[in-house]
């Protein structure tokens, strides 16, 4: 049933609730700045989602390097800063963010680039610096643990939160001690970044992503604060689907999303401008080498259960050529995953250098369990299959006419492409051609 369905359930918790009234600091959104780590935890189950975060290794190397960075702001003032992650090579194997390099010469001043992806050795853009909130996070962590334990403020709220949830779902879905700390991490990613947005003296703020405490901290300096979509936006995006006459929330003053499809018929309190999509999806793919292909792409949590589909599906059919796509996040285990697929000819693990345009030219047929690219896959008339994970809400999807089916054994998977047509009369415009006319005066038009 659609009421029973996860995010239905939820968006029906703060309907019937006071959630959204709650203030910690009396002017901060206490229930914005935690519901997409509450609605995470629902989503994923069994998966632990906090403590996934905690586990990512430190290089001491990555630590220098971006404390060392931080150099260029003593000599230098900047209008604008780029909330940047660069994960993509150019021919000289420099890494660059493609939402920066589109825009960067659209609007007038000088640029700083806050790069979120510290280890790679080279990077197109020179004025940057890197992410040492999360480092200093890090060495924090039992101090901030020892204030959530012994902090008693906004207790009624905390409480709040946690009873309503919890009664709601009729099990332990948060904890105090978990609410106290997004608090205390989002207070103190707040304090850092307006202690830096102020100091570089910024004007004009863009990123892509989800940061609650960088947008805020542009709201309190009366910094201009723009986001570009770099997702999906569905019913189940919780960073945008809000209930309907919300008001106390934190907002971008413009989200730029890919197309207009993907705010139509949707709850979304922020200023919406359609400016397209920073990459061309204008252009014509390579013919396909492989009759018999499949591409298959990997996930940050899920990689070992789409190993263990690859292997199956290689077995079952001997004469099927599979590609495997690891995910940006997943780069740095290259050699293990070519380790793990060595005895499988039929496995082949794609570049890391390769675009998403030349994925796309390697089969008809892809298997996912979540990736963003399911839209691009639809967007050039490509068959998607979702191999159902035990850890996530899943269901079959609809966009515009095209039903993406989900599967959870190899029998299932071979029986849908035995019967599955490429569609070539797909009408869903999930991405425009970037507009930089439309970006330019928005830009303007915002702040006369």
């Known amino acids: 049933m659609e009421m029973d369905k996860p995010h239905i359930l939820f968006y029906n918790l703060e309907t019937n609730s006071d959630l959204f009234t709650l203030k910690f600091k009396k002017k901060y959104p206490l229930w914005d700045i935690v519901r997409f780590h509450i609605w995470s935890k629902i989503s994923y189950q069994e998966l632990d989602f906090f403590s996934n975060n905690k586990k990512k290794k430190v290089s001491i190397k990555n630590i220098i390097k971006a404390f060392y960075s931080f150099r260029i702001i003593l000599l230098y003032k900047f209008d604008n800063l780029f909330y940047t992650c660069s994960r993509i090579p150019n021919k000289q194997n420099e890494y660059y963010d493609p939402y920066f390099e589109k825009i960067k010469n659209h609007v007038y001043g000088n640029w700083v680039c806050y790069e979120t ?19 200093l996070k890090k060495i924090f962590y039992f101090i901030f643990k020892l204030f959530a334990f012994f902090d008693k ?110 705010t139509y018929n949707k709850n ?38 789409l190993v263990k589909l690859a292997i199956q599906l290689s077995i079952a059919d001997p004469s099927l050529n599979i590609f495997f796509k690891l995910h940006p996040m997943e780069f740095q285990k290259y050699d293990y995953y070519k380790l793990r697929f060595s005895e499988y000819i039929t496995i082949n693990l794609v570049d890391i250098k390769m675009n998403i345009f030349d994925v796309l030219s390697l089969s008809n047929d892809f298997i996912l369990i979540y990736s963003t690219t399911l839209f691009e896959i639809v967007h050039f008339n ?5 191999y159902k994970s035990s850890n996530l809400f899943q269901e079959a999807l609809f966009i515009g006419e095209i039903k993406v089916p989900i599967f959870d054994t190899p029998e299932a998977f071979f029986n849908f492409k035995s019967t599955s047509n490429l569609n070539t009369s797909n009408k869903v415009k999930l991405f425009e051609v970037f507009n930089n006319e439309l970006f330019i005066s928005s830009i303007k038009n915002h702040l006369v």
């Open 117 to 135: 992806l510290i280890g790679k050795d080279k990077y197109a853009n020179n004025m940057i610096i890197f992410d040492c909130i999360t480092y």
């Open 153 to 262: 403020s906004h207790s009624t709220e905390v409480l709040s939160i946690v009873n309503t949830c919890n009664n709601f779902y009729n099990k332990k879905i948060i904890s105090e001690f978990e609410i106290k700390m997004l608090i205390i991490n989002f207070s103190f990613e707040l304090f850092c970044f307006k202690f830096l947005f102020k100091f570089m003296g910024l004007k004009n703020i863009f990123y892509h992503g989800y940061s609650k405490s960088l947008v805020q901290a542009a709201i309190d300096l009366n910094i201009n604060c723009y986001e570009f979509q770099h997702g999906e936006i569905t019913n189940t995006t919780i960073c945008y689907i809000y209930p309907k006459n919300v008001k106390n929330f934190i907002s971008p003053n413009i989200l730029f999303t890919f197309s207009e499809i993907w």
């Open 268 to 305: 979304i309190p922020f200023r919406c401008i359609p400016v397209g999509s920073v990459n061309d999806y204008s252009i014509n793919l390579k013919e396909i080498e492989f009759d018999n292909s499949l591409v298959i792409l990997s996930s940050p949590y899920q990689g070992e259960s």
């Open 382 to 386: 490509k068959n998607a299959y979702i």
